[in-house]
Nanobody, 124 residues
Framework: QVQLVHSGGGLVQAGGSLILSCAASGGTFSAYCMVWFRQAPGKEREFVAGINRSGANTYYADSVKGRCTISRDNAKNTVYMQMNSLNPEDTAIYYC?????????????????WGQGTQVTVSS
């Protein structure tokens, strides 16, 4: 069973950037499809970005496409998400998640393993 621990996040001004990291342990990291979701207050958890097991394929929500880059380092058992041109609508708790699926899934229910979440707050 894989455990996921976040780092990064925090308070950033609109237009700024940040990098979220998610370190995995307890499993074979390269066997997992890795994704980021986010959940704003009063809203459902939504898919943000995903990367397949090898890192060859990525997929982004329309809301972050062009502003966000997901990557992974299988040697370091870590997935990253760089977010640029942040705006207040990006304020949310961000979660990384892992699944043994081959393809990137956008439904939260497809992911059995979740990190604890990290708060991202974008001030205007």
């Amino acid at each position: 069973q894989v455990q996921l621990v976040h780092s990064g996040g925090g308070l950033v001004q609109a237009g700024g950037s940040l990098i979220l990291s998610c370190a995995a342990s307890g499993g074979t990291f390269s066997a997992y499809c890795m994704v980021w979701f986010r959940q704003a207050p009063g809203k459902e958890r939504e898919f943000v970005a995903g990367i397949n097991r090898s890192g060859a394929n990525t997929y982004y929500a329309d809301s972050v496409k062009g502003r966000c880059t997901i990557s992974r380092d299988n040697a370091k058992n870590t997935v990253y998400m760089q977010m640029n041109s942040l705006n207040p609508e990006d304020t949310a708790i961000y979660y990384c998640a892992a699944s043994l699926t081959v393809a990137i899934q956008t439904r939260p229910g497809a992911y059995a393993y979740w990190g604890q979440g990290t708060q991202v707050t974008v001030s205007s």
